[in-house]
């Protein structure tokens, strides 16, 4: 089946710790998204990617970092920088077209305990 | 960039009537603009979208409105059921590829 898969679902971290949430599609997508809901902010833009080994800040990109070197996979690390990491973090693909339709992976949500 | 802002936060409607949902957005070079529909505890799923070169697209009880000029864009949900209720996300996509979010839109439909 083609789509987006995310994980892990669940996460858990302890403050100080990096953590990396794993987004992976077989659509053959070029563009590549990271978003964070949080109840009542809708989806918050944190990186973006067009190509591979291209990639571009959002909205809300600190302390997090990405990586594009497969055009399958989008990496997201929270390091130990981002303040506030408890959240639901969604992860997105499009086609080439501009106009193309957002296809979300289930989501990640992350725990700072 | 893009910023989207979306009306009202809640919306709650009687079952069979209709909902509206209103979106601004700020840039105009922006030229795609989709619905999106989550559930609670699933992700979000495209439900209808709309290209600026188009005025309204209607796919069954959803139909949704664009005003160029104005810049703003609707959602029209008629004859409204209880799976109707969810979250409302509109966007819109600007000329670097990205995708900007409202902040959301709670349906209650009460039967």
């Known amino acids: 089946d083609g789509g987006i898969t995310q994980s892990p679902k669940y996460l858990f971290r302890k403050e100080g710790q990096n953590v990396t949430l794993s987004c992976e599609q077989n659509l053959n997508h070029d563009a590549m998204y990271w978003y964070r809901q949080d109840p009542g902010q809708g989806l918050r833009l944190i990186y973006y990617?067009?190509?591979?080994?291209?990639?571009q800040k959002g909205d809300i990109a600190e302390g997090y970092s990405v990586s594009r070197e497969k055009k399958e996979s989008f990496p997201l690390t929270v390091t130990s920088a981002q303040k506030n990491p408890t959240a639901f973090y969604l992860c997105a693909s499009r086609g080439r077209a501009l106009t193309g339709e957002l296809f979300f992976g289930e989501g990640s949500r992350l725990t700072v305990l | 960039g893009e910023n989207v802002e979306q009306h009202p936060s809640t919306l709650s409607v009687q079952e069979g009537d209709s909902a509206v949902i209103k979106c601004t957005y700020s840039?105009?070079?922006?030229?795609?603009f989709p619905w999106y529909k989550q559930e609670l505890g699933k992700r979000p799923q495209l439900i209808i979208d709309i290209r600026s070169n188009v005025g309204e697209k209607k796919d069954q009880r959803i139909a949704v409105t664009l005003n160029k000029t104005a810049k703003h864009f609707s959602l029209h949900i008629t004859e409204t059921q209880p799976e109707d209720s969810a979250v409302y996300f509109c966007a819109a996509i600007s000329g670097n590829n990205r995708l900007a979010f409202g902040k959301g839109n709670q349906v209650v439909v009460i039967p």
């Open positions: 840039d105009s070079a922006s030229n795609y």
């Open positions: 990617s067009q190509i591979v080994n291209d990639f």
